[in-house]
Structures are given as C-alpha cells and as structure tokens.
C-alpha cells in the first residue's frame, strides 16, 4: 500500500518533530545541571578566580541546541504540507494534519509586545508596577510560546504516529533518542568542569594543609603559654567566611576575669587579624581595668610573638596590645555605661582598633556584660 519512500515520509514525520521537542526541552535540565556544576566549583571546592571556560560553555550548547529544535520544527512542518504527505494521508484516509501556526504562538506573540509596551511605559514613567506587569507578561509570553511549539511539534508527531501504528509499520526507537538528547550536554559540562574540579581539589588540598600547620603552631604555643583554654577551627571541615580561628584564654572559658587573644588566619593559613579581648569589671576604677587588660594582653602576645608561621603583614605577631592615649584619656573621662571606639596607627605598618562594648546604665542588668576588643590587622 505504501512505497518506500512513503515509509520514510512517515518515520521522518514521526521522529523530527519529537526530536524537536526533546532538543527543545533539554535545554532546561542542562541549565540546571549547569547552575549545579557552578556551584559544585565556587561553595563546594572554593575554587578562586572565574572559570571563565565554565561559564561559556553553557552558550554554544544551548544556541545548537535552539537551532537544532527550530530546523527540525521548520522541516517537519514543511513536510506536513508537502504534497508527498497529502499523498500519503489519502493513502491512509486519514484528515489533513493541521500544520499552520498553533494559537498559543500567536498568542504569544501579542502578549510579548503587550508586556515590551508596558515596561516602556513604566519606565518613561517610573510606575514600577507597570515595569513588573510588562517583564511579568514577557515571561509569560515565553512560556506560552514554548508550549505552541511544543504543540504544533506534538500534533504533526501524532498525525504520522496514528498512520505507523494503524498500519503497523516499524518506526525508530525514542526512548534511546531522548535520553542522548539529554544526557549529552550534561556530560559535555561535566567535561568541561572536570579539569577545574580536579585543580580546585588540590588546591583545596594543599590550602587546607598550610593551614593546619599554621593553627597545629599557634595551638601549640597558647598550650605551651599556659593557657587555661584553647580553642582552634579545624580545615578539614570547611573553610568559613570569617577564616580559621584560634582562640587562646588565659584562664578557664567560664572564668569572668579571663582574657582572650583570637588569631585569625585565611584559608591558605596567613595570620591576618590578632582580636584581644576581655571583660571588665565595673566595681574597679578605669585604671585597674585598662591595666589588668594590657598584663593579659601582653601574656598571650608573648605566646605568639615568635612563631615562624606566615603573617599578613612583618610585626603582626609582634604587635604591643597597649592601649592607645585617646582610648585611654576618652574612656577614664566617660562612664563605663557608654560605648567608644577608637582607630590609630600602630607600629609596623599595622591598623589597630580599640572598642569598649557595654550596655546603657537604666538598661544593665545582671545579663549585662562590659567589655573591650583590641585588634590590629594589616593596614
């Protein structure tokens, strides 16, 4: 009943418009497992830098993949209304496939330059709202017309479908077509990634390593030092925002007379940040306090201070925790109820911060606390 060539015109019919769609629609689990890679690489590995290649890669795949979709749609429709398809349709007495423009896509098209038209207006007018509903329409109209094509590509699939199967004639596979469609972006990202992935773990790796040493040293020093508490971060278990910390007490952690140096470092273990820290006690003078802090101060300083571990800046470690004169004039002529803080330059080259934290006198309570950060950092 068919010839040959007939049979190719319903296998071509029936395949194009499907792999249409698939190209179509893979383009989204791609973006997603795109979006994945990227994040894999900048929370996950903490990669540095921009991988420039990454970023691209993700363009060339979605524009073939657009215009592999559109020369299928544009063929099969082409072929829908050839006369060999007639021919083959009055073959099979079967109605003329409907290969004309679907409605969703006309549709669309109105509301995108309804949406385009809204925005303008609200941009030359500032209405914010309207810019929303025009960019709100736009979006719409896209997945409007993503599902006209969608369509129109389902109906001519059916029309030769329903001749192959009424006729039981053998048609290509789909399901091993579908998922090379959609698995072949995917792996072509994963293979562009993988060079990346496998330099930001060594790197990770080596950082990691440079940092224990650095923590393993300033830990070492604090116990050696006498400290009653020590406290470090462990880089196995992931690089923070802040950087890895050590903390080194001079008494207990409960004790409410202890003092505190925190040493900050980065993720590939310079020291960047020295913190001292400690309460005050407000039945004291300003004085005994100021000085109860500079002796603790300069203990836990002394711990560190001749460590050969990477600094930020030369003399960091070896920085005076003194109080600065204008912290010290400011803070014996106010009340303890008041906070200050106060920036100077310090001695090599470095940039100190003092700050006296506190509560409000008609506010303090049992639950309040008094106390003083001095930090100093690379300028």
């Known amino acids: 009943m068919f010839t040959d060539s007939d049979v190719r015109l319903i296998r ?18 791609t973006l997603a497992a795109w979006v994945v890679l990227i994040m894999i690489d900048d929370i996950a590995l903490e990669s540095r830098g921009t991988y420039d290649v990454g970023i691209f890669a993700l363009l060339p795949i979605v524009a073939v993949y657009l215009v592999i979709s559109m020369v299928l749609l544009v063929r099969s429709r082409a072929l829908a209304g050839s006369d060999e398809w007639a021919a083959v349709e009055r073959a099979a007495l079967t109605p003329h496939v409907d290969a004309s423009t679907p409605g969703e896509l006309n549709a ?3 509301l995108a330059s309804a949406g385009r038209v809204a925005q303008a207006v609200g941009e030359g007018r500032g209405d914010r709202n309207l810019e929303g509903i025009g960019e709100t329409a736009q979006v719409a109209a896209g997945a409007l017309g993503l599902f006209g094509i969608w369509h129109l590509m389902h109906t001519l699939h059916e029309a030769a479908r329903r001749i192959a199967e009424g006729y039981r004639l053998p048609m290509p596979r789909l399901a091993p077509r579908r ?17 990346r992935f496998a330099a930001s773990a060594s790197a990770m790796s080596e950082a990691q390593q440079a940092a224990a040493e650095t923590i393993d040293a300033v830990a070492a020093a604090f116990e050696d030092g006498g400290c ?3 406290s470090a971060d462990d880089p196995q278990e992931g690089y923070q925002s802040y950087g890895y910390r050590v903390f080194g007490y001079t008494l207990d952690i409960g004790d409410p007379e202890t003092s505190s140096l925190c040493v900050t470092m980065n993720e590939d273990g310079v020291v960047e940040t020295l913190d001292f820290h400690t309460d005050f006690d407000l039945s004291l003078a300003p004085e005994e306090n100021l000085a109860r802090a500079e002796r603790d ?27 600065p004169e204008e912290f010290v004039e400011q803070f014996g002529a106010g009340s303890y109820y008041d906070d200050l803080i106060v920036r100077f330059d310090a001695a090599g080259g470095l940039s100190g911060t003092v700050s006296y934290e506190t509560d409000p006198e008609e506010e303090y309570d049992e639950y309040s606390s008094s106390y003083v950060y001095l930090t100093f950092e690379a300028r």
Not at 16 to 26: E, M, N, S, T, V
Not at 179 to 186: C, D, E, N, Q
């Open 228 to 230: 009653g508490y020590v």
């Open 179 to 195: 998922l090379a469609v959609f698995l072949a972006p995917v792996i072509a990202l994963v293979i562009v990634f993988v060079p």
């Open 297 to 323: 101060f300069a203990s836990l300083s002394e711990m560190v201070a001749g460590l050969d571990v990477p600094v930020a800046a030369d003399g960091l470690l070896a920085a005076e925790p003194t109080f």
């Open 108 to 110: 669309a098209l109105g």
């Open 12 to 29: 071509r019919l029936y395949l194009w418009p499907k792999l249409g769609g698939y190209f179509l629609l893979a383009i989204f689990p």
